[in-house]
């Protein structure tokens, strides 16, 4: 099986399991845990931050970061197929009790124009923005990654209202890359931002929040809230810095081997992708061409041995990943091509 359904399949390298192997075992709740801590000194040196906060997930990262920037009852304002809004189950509103307004936007860059029109303060008749959030690398748009010059926009207007700002950098490291800048540069637009070491980066768990330390001590209050302390996290903490010392700079493969694979499928058919689009290791497969739609071409694809998510009734989401290289990916392109013979 050729699986590209998703980065969050990469399994431990085994320096990760060798250092899991050897990690302290504190209680991070209790007296802190030493491997814990040096994970979160380094998460936050990457990003130019003074704190970091050590989670389950990339999720909480989210949800935790809007509990602790947003006072309750506030609008949250992000461009309008963000992960927040589409994939985490409403957890702004239904757990941290926030309202939220879409923001229409581009390849996962909001309007500015639009968040100028809608960012405002509370008054008699508005709730009043409490965060703003940006999202890069950005799921939804297939892996495409906020310009810099967007994220100083989007921060310098938000700021100019007095509003924080947050950032879903769950791949934050596959724009790091694309971009060939610090993880810094892009966190330097952003009160706040939260990466996953659980994706390209190979680690099997966890996220890191970082920010401010004022802001990282609410936001650990707020991650015990919601159940968020996992005790003795070292061997979690011990894979999360080997992905970020050994693992980062090896996400350029993913994203070759992505391009590769959008510019086998556009040579299918123009329609289903344009290779132009694809920065990262995401590929977004437009399949209104098609007779079948796109739940039906994941079970045929999966027959001729190759995984892939339906992202939409007619788009698929390949994801590439460390255990998928050139041979698996003209595979890939093959076993469409055969079926796209069918009709
Ligand atoms: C942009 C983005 N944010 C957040 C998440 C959530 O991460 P997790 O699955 O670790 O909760 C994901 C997961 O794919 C994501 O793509």
Redesign the pocket.
Known sequence: MIDLR?D?ITRPTEAMLESMREASYGDDSRDGDETVMQLEALAAERTGKAAGAFM???????LVAVLAHAQRGGEVLLEAS???LV??IGGIAGLASMFHRAVPGKRGAMDVDALREKIRPMTRNNLGTALVCM?T???QAGGAVLPLAHMKAVNTLAHEHGVPVHT????LFNAVVALGVDAKQIAQYTDSI?F?V??GLSAPVG?VLCGTEKFIERARTFRRMVGGNMRQAGPLAAAGILALNTMVDRLKDDHAAAKRLAEGLHRIDASLVDPNDVETNLVRVDLVASKRNAAQWSAELERKGVRVSPASATTLRFVTQRHVGNTEVDYAISAFSSLWQKG
């Open positions: 998703s969050t389950p997930s990339g999720t909480m990262t989210n963000a992960h927040i994939s985490e999202e690398s950005h799921n879903d950098g769950a791949r939260g996953c659980s994706k996220s």
